[in-house]
């Protein structure tokens, strides 16, 4: 009914159409009345596959624009679908934006989850396309100041770093997208070869970008502050003042990150987010020295067996366990240490010590660790956005425990694109090689090529007689071992471009989380594949309720965990995967099952992610998919 005469396909011209408005007016308002209610929707989902199939709708031709605001069928998602990836394709990443965002929250997107993963597939690529286009324009009249280029990657209303917060949502995202083995999703396939091309291409402006302002300015950067001020600046103080502080450093933390990470805690903490300039060369051994009290004094690069290493005073610091030693001869109280894994379910005995300690340090590796030796590059991205959750609950705990006052921060950032090709890859200066990491090269003597600079340690603002040599641009040196994908080292905005996150609790009006409150409504009695659609209510029906409620959402087997939450209509945090309800507003909430062998039924469970008390369960969900 909402079709033009000439756009309806001539196969159609025998099905009998009312003439009156009224009764046209009539039936689409009984369909969309059937649409909308929940309890309605699952027969609806039938009748329309019925008729899609006993029309053979899918093989007809539709003209395009025309059938961008229909739900009937679910054919319209898949011709719309192609259409969006078509405008990717032909450079129209704008259109390509408007018809997802019109799209991904429609009827079929929230009854068919793989629709909505699609749609959110192409979302990331247009925003990303974009954003590097304009990135690219921008550049072209940044200057060579080094502090002007890092504002502009870390600050403003939509800073540099948010392509890389994009392109990392995007590969999470297709990291879990089953591909049609039947060729169905060759564009798709074709769409994120295309979007990878131009993230790296702009990424690589950026590098060589910010490396030669780097050079030219000699290293040489005021603001913001220097990764060896962090401690002195927003640590120290804390530990005159009344109340518990800790101190979390976090392997790999990359700036947008930081940013994802606080930004999810601004209804709990006061939070203040900085950029810092993390110390080069990028390496574990470096940052984390750098991060430690005496730093801003003076660090040396000195050689420590067949690695490098950094002396502060006369403490040699190479790796986690001097640093720890060093840690806690320095620091009056003497801190509690741990790693954050041990915060995930602490133990009554790591509770108690917690409880008991003034200052808590919390080291963690888990970034740098999955991306250094992650088997799968897939699994390695999915594995490492957890690392996010893990953090905010690692912060809610400590707080819990008594502790007022955070510091989170990293010792470098990271380059997660592309695999380096060969083409990429240079020899490295030669001479004596003390360490050698894909985007630096420590040691003394050798060659200088085109495809690289080289500096002294006291260049960068180190101690130590010791040389360095950084590619230029987005290629590295011929290493052994390790990602090709991942690496750090360098002097890119990604490696060097650190967070300091300063979270202090908020004394609020806490509210009752025991009791009904949050109802889980399941579109089928069954699950029959990977994906499926559950609709959480929140109500507020407790006592003194918040406007909003921050949920997580798991699925178990059991006690084993097999699924999650990948999507929602609103308030969905990628990185977390945390979810955001309103009071009284539905929210559709995209799920997908990570395990299904020998999987015959499951479990739903809401779970409050600031108390961690569990609100809503639906339970004995029979599950049948065939393997």
Not at 125 to 137: C, V
Not at 365 to 384: L, V
Request: glycine share 8%.
């Amino acid at each position: 009914a909402d079709l033009s005469e000439e756009s309806i396909p001539k196969a159609l011209s025998s099905v009998p159409v009312p003439e009156e408005e009224s009764y046209k007016n009539r039936i689409k308002n009984i369909c969309e009345t059937w649409r909308k209610r929940l309890d309605y929707q699952g027969a609806y989902v039938v009748a329309a596959k019925d008729v899609e199939k006993d029309l053979s709708l899918s093989a007809l031709e539709f003209v395009y624009p025309q059938i961008v605001g229909l739900e009937t069928f679910p054919f319209i998602e898949k011709v719309l679908l192609k259409a969006g990836e078509t405008h990717i394709l032909e450079g129209k990443p704008d259109k390509a934006l408007e018809l997802a965002r019109a799209r991904i929250h429609s009827f079929w997107p929230t009854q068919e989850p793989v629709f909505q993963l699609h749609w959110k597939l192409l979302e990331y690529s247009a925003q990303l396309l974009l954003l590097g286009s304009r990135i690219r324009e921008e550049i072209k009249s940044v200057g060579k100041d080094p502090e002007e280029i890092i504002q502009r990657y870390s600050e403003g209303s939509e800073p540099w770093c948010l392509l890389d917060t994009d392109y990392r949502h995007l590969e999470s995202r297709y990291a879990s997208f089953d591909l049609d083995m039947e060729g169905g999703h060759d564009q798709l396939e074709q769409v994120m070869a295309h979007v990878r091309h131009e993230y790296t291409k702009t990424l690589e402006l950026m590098i060589e970008t910010f490396a030669s302002a780097l050079l030219e300015a000699g290293f040489s950067v005021a603001q913001p502050c220097s990764q060896k001020e962090v401690f002195n600046r927003y640590f120290r103080p804390h530990l005159t003042s009344d109340g518990k502080v800790a101190y979390l450093i976090v392997d790999a933390l990359r700036f947008e990150m930081g940013k994802e990470l606080g930004e999810g805690l601004v209804d709990e903490f006061n939070v203040s987010i900085k950029p810092c300039v993390a110390q080069p060369p990028t390496i574990t051994v470096v940052g984390m020295a750098a991060l430690m009290p005496q730093a801003e004094n003076g660090m040396e690069l000195v050689e420590a067996g067949s690695k490098v290493a950094i002396r502060i005073a006369d403490t040699l610091l190479k790796d986690r366990a001097s640093r720890v030693k060093f840690l806690k001869k320095a620091i009056e109280p003497e801190p509690f240490v741990c790693k954050l894994s041990q915060l995930v379910k602490p133990s009554k005995k790591i509770q108690g010590q917690i409880q008991d300690a003034k200052v808590i340090v919390v080291t963690s590796q888990e970034i740098d660790q999955w991306g250094e030796e992650g088997a799968e590059e897939e699994e390695t991205r999915i594995y490492m956005d957890e690392v996010l959750d893990k953090l905010r609950k690692a912060i809610r705990r400590l707080a819990f425990l008594g502790v007022t006052n955070f510091v989170v921060t990293a010792d470098h950032g990271h380059i997660f694109g592309e695999t380096i090709e060969s083409g990429m890859k240079m020899h490295p200066p030669g001479g004596k090689t003390v360490e050698l990491h894909r985007r630096v090269w420590i040691g003394s003597g050798g060659k200088t090529e085109a495809g690289f600079f080289r500096v002294k340690a006291a260049d960068v603002g180190l101690g130590g007689e010791l040389e360095l040599a950084f590619p230029r641009s987005f290629a590295c040196f011929q290493a052994r071992g390790g990602s090709e994908a991942y690496f750090h080292g360098g002097v890119s905005l990604q490696e060097m471009v650190i967070p300091v996150i300063v979270l202090k609790k908020e004394e609020k009006l806490e509210y009752e989380t025991k009791g009904p409150g949050v109802k889980i409504s399941l579109g089928s009695p069954k699950i029959s594949t990977r994906f499926l659609s559950v609709t959480l209510t929140y109500s507020g029906d407790v006592l003194f309720p918040p406007e909003k409620i921050r949920v997580k959402l798991t699925i178990m087997s059991g006690k084993k965990e097999v699924g999650s939450a990948v999507m929602s209509a609103y308030g969905f945090e990628e990185g977390t995967k945390e979810i955001v309800l309103e009071k009284d507003e539905d929210n559709a909430v995209t799920c997908m099952l990570t395990a299904v062998e020998g999987v015959k039924e499951v479990s739903i469970h809401v779970i409050d992610a600031v108390s961690q008390v569990e609100l809503a369960r639906l339970e004995r969900i029979p599950v049948i998919i065939s393997i």
